[in-house]
């Protein structure tokens, strides 16, 4: 009977210790990876661009007009960004759920033939509608974690913007072990619409705001960052299989169908593998009550903060290096709220932000420098078939620039991170280093170097990505968290106009003119040699050098700003909690966190909270 007790007990332990994982920070950050890397299906345009001008009859510049709503949809976020600022992040995900199934579908039934040919713009409003889930996967899963990690923000963007940029590499894997390599890429637009649908829709429960408790202290922080560096490992290993398969894939032509069942398993093992970590770090929260997440609401964060009746005054929320602004002038409200914005790294308004110089000067560099690898991205198809590619290596080459599009994002997360916290190394100064680095990669598509397609696809692949990060870094430092949702999504609105530019009315317009003057004839003009693309990169090596430019300025105009402590005001919050904790007494005082680190909660949302120690009997079990 005792031992049948114990079982008993012992199986209540695990389904609770269970729950506590599935409800937990970490499983959350899981999930959002899982989703990220589900979301990146804009990034293999190049690979099913072929059937849609195939079998559409499109001309080069029609095409590149398809794919200027594709990246239209996928990076104006305006809407999800504004949906989540009042409603829950599961919300946004189910909308881009729909969306992502809808728009990818149609475009399925019309390149195969089972729905009426559609006109050129309604194929556009498809494209859009699906790549427009894109920002709703990255609203409701990067900016939740991001709140939820503040301290390390450049980090978890780097992690999670990298395994979007592994998403293409691994979706021609699953395509190649499902529909075998010599298709057309219609059947990858089927597996594009449904599985990101559904895995959005299976985590949708998970993903919330779970922010660390203000009781949580140094030690915490560090063992966090430990974690980060564990899915690091993890990502770099599954980028490395990834890039092995890519050049069995190309080197290996008769490679069995068994052979790629057996990848295929091997893939998902190392793409679920950081599910140890996750367990690892929750059963460290299930043990120790201080380091539970702290409350939260629908909308943002609460803590409780136990202080002194005579000390009710909230941490502090600016920044040690700049002075606040003092807005108490008789100016009218309007032109202070857009034209008197307060310090860098205080919370912007959204029109203060969005009429400020920073993200002027930032708009201009990203349109110059996204738009134009981004144009690379797009026209990998046709640039390989141009300089007498075969059509599996240019497979090879969308593959290359998703895995290095994961380095890039990786990389510029972490390595910004390292020398901003240890040189006080401006984070706009990382993005200048990028430009100058990809106009190397966009100058050996212009010249068309033997074999340099390869090194093309990486350089450009790398800098493609590492943008992602350094951008969405730089808003949130400089403009806050509090409208970080809607601001995230109006920096990545430069990406389609840069790509509208450089590739509709440029790429686009010179590969059909050099078509033409080749003699080619009819809808489908294909262009073959160098001059396809020669000026039209020459313009976009130009263009990349002055974004290159334009981003030095930002660095200069911040310099002051990124040698201060940037997240002070996060530490003061844990370090007034801490002591709270453990003077255990006083009056209870339940203050908003600050805004910067809760999504901006006003005096309204607070409300009585309390911290317990649960499972407590449970937690003893498990230590022992």
Same mark, same amino acid.
């Given at each position: 009977?005792?031992?049948?007790?114990?079982?008993?007990?012992?199986?209540?332990?695990?389904?609770?210790?269970?729950?506590?994982?599935?409800?937990?920070?970490?499983?959350?950050?899981?999930?959002?990876?899982?989703?990220?890397?589900?979301?990146?299906?804009?990034?293999?345009?190049?690979?099913?661009?072929?059937?849609?001008?195939?079998?559409?009859?499109?001309?080069?510049?029609?095409?590149?007009?398809?794919?200027?709503?594709?990246?239209?949809?996928?990076?104006?976020?305006?809407?999800?960004?504004?949906?989540?600022?009042?409603?829950?992040?599961?919300?946004?995900?189910?909308?881009?759920?729909?969306?992502?199934?809808?728009?990818?579908?149609?475009?399925?039934?019309?390149?195969?033939?089972?729905?009426?040919?559609?006109?050129?713009?309604?194929?556009?409003?498809?494209?859009?509608?699906?790549?427009?889930?894109?920002?709703?996967?990255?609203?409701?899963?990067?900016?939740?974690?991001?709140?939820?990690?503040?301290?390390?923000?450049?980090?978890?963007?780097?992690?999670?913007?990298?395994?979007?940029?592994?998403?293409?590499?691994?979706?021609?894997?699953?395509?190649?072990?499902?529909?075998?390599?010599?298709? +057309?890429?219609?059947?990858?637009?089927?597996?594009?619409?449904?599985?990101?649908?559904?895995?959005?829709?299976?985590?949708?429960?998970?993903?919330?705001?779970?922010?660390?408790?203000?009781?949580?202290?140094?030690?915490?922080?560090?063992?966090?960052?430990?974690?980060?560096?564990?899915?690091?490992?993890?990502?770099?290993?599954?980028?490395?299989?990834?890039?092995?398969?890519?050049?069995?894939?190309?080197?290996?032509?008769?490679?069995?169908?068994?052979?790629?069942?057996?990848?295929?398993?091997?893939?998902?093992?190392?793409?679920?593998?950081?599910?140890?970590?996750?367990?690892?770090?929750?059963?460290?929260?299930?043990?120790?009550?201080?380091?539970?997440?702290?409350?939260?609401?629908?909308?943002?964060?609460?803590?409780?903060?136990?202080?002194?009746?005579?000390?009710?005054?909230?941490?502090?929320?600016?920044?040690?290096?700049?002075?606040?602004?003092?807005?108490?002038?008789?100016?009218?409200?309007?032109?202070? +709220?857009?034209?008197?914005?307060?310090?860098?790294?205080?919370?912007?308004?959204?029109?203060?932000?969005?009429?400020?110089? +920073?993200?002027?000067?930032?708009?201009?560099?990203?349109?110059?420098?996204?738009?134009?690898?981004?144009?690379?991205?797009?026209?990998?198809?046709?640039?390989?078939?141009?300089?007498?590619?075969?059509?599996?290596?240019?497979?090879?080459?969308?593959?290359?620039?998703?895995?290095?599009?994961?380095?890039?994002?990786?990389?510029?997360?972490?390595?910004?991170?390292?020398?901003?916290?240890?040189?006080?190394?401006?984070?706009?100064?990382?993005?200048?280093?990028?430009?100058?680095?990809?106009?190397?990669?966009?100058?050996?598509?212009?010249?068309?170097?033997?074999?340099?397609?390869?090194?093309?696809?990486?350089?450009?692949?790398?800098?493609?990505?590492?943008?992602?990060?350094?951008?969405?870094?730089?808003?949130?430092?400089?403009?806050?968290?509090?409208?970080?949702?809607?601001?995230?999504?109006?920096?990545?609105?430069?990406?389609?106009?840069?790509?509208?530019?450089?590739?509709?009315?440029?790429?686009?317009?010179?590969?059909?003119?050099?078509?033409?003057?080749?003699?080619?004839?009819?809808?489908?003009?294909?262009?073959?040699?160098?001059?396809?693309?020669?000026?039209?990169?020459?313009?976009?090596?130009?263009?990349?050098?002055?974004?290159?430019?334009?981003?030095?300025?930002?660095?200069?105009?911040?310099?002051?700003?990124?040698?201060?402590?940037?997240?002070?005001?996060?530490?003061?919050?844990?370090?007034?909690?801490?002591?709270?904790?453990?003077?255990?007494?006083?009056?209870?005082?339940?203050?908003?966190?600050?805004?910067?680190?809760?999504?901006?909660?006003?005096?309204?949302?607070?409300?009585?909270?309390?911290?317990?120690?649960?499972?407590?009997?449970?937690?003893?079990?498990?230590?022992?």
């Amino acid at each position: 009977m005792v031992a049948g007790d114990r079982a008993g007990a012992g199986a209540a332990s695990t389904m609770r210790f269970a729950l506590h994982v599935l409800r937990g920070r970490w499983f959350m950050f899981f999930a959002s990876i899982l989703i990220m890397a589900a979301a990146g299906g804009t990034y293999i345009f190049g690979i099913y661009s072929k059937a849609i001008k195939t079998s559409l009859g499109y001309d080069q510049q029609t095409l590149n007009t398809l794919s200027f709503f594709k990246d239209a949809g996928a990076n104006v976020g305006v809407l999800p960004g504004l949906i989540n600022e009042v409603t829950p992040p599961w919300v946004v995900l189910a909308c881009g759920a729909g969306m992502n199934l809808v728009g990818y579908l149609m475009i399925y039934l019309s390149i195969t033939g089972r729905t009426a040919r559609p006109p050129v713009w309604l194929m556009c409003l498809y494209i859009a509608i699906g790549s427009n889930s894109q920002s709703f996967a990255n609203t409701g899963a990067l900016v939740t974690a991001v709140k939820n990690f503040p301290e390390d923000r450049g980090v978890v963007l780097g992690l999670l913007k990298g395994f979007v940029g592994l998403s293409g590499a691994i979706f021609t894997q699953l395509y190649a072990t499902i529909y075998g390599t010599d298709n +057309d890429g219609a059947d990858l637009v089927l597996l594009m619409a449904w599985l990101p649908a559904a895995i959005s829709l299976i985590f949708i429960p998970t993903i919330r705001f779970l922010p660390r408790s203000a009781a949580a202290g140094a030690a915490s922080r560090a063992r966090e960052r430990k974690a980060f560096f564990l899915f690091l490992y993890a990502s770099i290993v599954l980028a490395v299989y990834l890039l092995v398969m890519t050049f069995v894939d190309e080197e290996v032509t008769n490679f069995p169908k068994a052979g790629y069942y057996v990848t295929a398993a091997v893939l998902l093992l190392l793409i679920f593998l950081p599910i140890v970590i996750v367990v690892k770090e929750e059963l460290r929260t299930y043990l120790d009550p201080l380091a539970a997440p702290a409350a939260t609401t629908t909308t943002g964060v609460i803590l409780t903060i136990t202080v002194d009746e005579k000390n009710k005054n909230p941490p502090s929320s600016a920044p040690l290096n700049e002075a606040v602004v003092d807005n108490s002038s008789p100016s009218p409200a309007w032109y202070q +709220d857009v034209f008197r914005p307060p310090a860098r790294g205080q919370d912007y308004t959204i029109l203060q932000a969005l009429f400020s110089v +920073d993200m002027l000067v930032l708009f201009v560099a990203t349109i110059c420098g996204i738009g134009g690898t981004l144009t690379a991205v797009d026209n990998m198809g046709q640039i390989g078939q141009s300089l007498g590619y075969p059509q599996r290596a240019v497979t090879t080459f969308v593959a290359l620039l998703s895995i290095w599009n994961y380095a890039g994002r990786v990389v510029a997360g972490f390595a910004s991170e390292y020398v901003l916290a240890r040189h006080k190394v401006p984070r706009p100064l990382a993005l200048t280093v990028v430009l100058l680095l990809a106009c190397v990669g966009h100058a050996l598509i212009a010249f068309g170097v033997r074999n340099g397609l390869y090194a093309a696809s990486v350089i450009l692949g790398f800098c493609f990505g590492a943008q992602w990060p350094l951008l969405f870094a730089i808003i949130s430092e400089v403009f806050g968290l509090k409208y970080y949702s809607t601001l995230y999504n109006f920096g990545a609105v430069a990406s389609p106009v840069g790509s509208y530019i450089l590739n509709v009315r440029i790429a686009g317009r010179m590969y059909d003119d050099e078509a033409r003057r080749q003699g080619q004839a009819g809808g489908d003009l294909t262009c073959i040699g160098v001059r396809c693309f020669r000026e039209s990169f020459l313009i976009i090596t130009g263009v990349t050098l002055l974004g290159a430019l334009v981003s030095l300025v930002l660095a200069w105009r911040t310099r002051k700003f990124y040698r201060g402590d940037l997240y002070g005001q996060f530490r003061e919050v844990g370090v007034a909690g801490a002591a709270a904790a453990a003077a255990g007494g006083g009056n209870k005082v339940h203050e908003q966190a600050s805004s910067s680190g809760s999504g901006g909660l006003s005096d309204s949302d607070t409300r009585d909270t309390s911290e317990t120690a649960v499972h407590g009997g449970d937690r003893q079990g498990l230590k022992n």
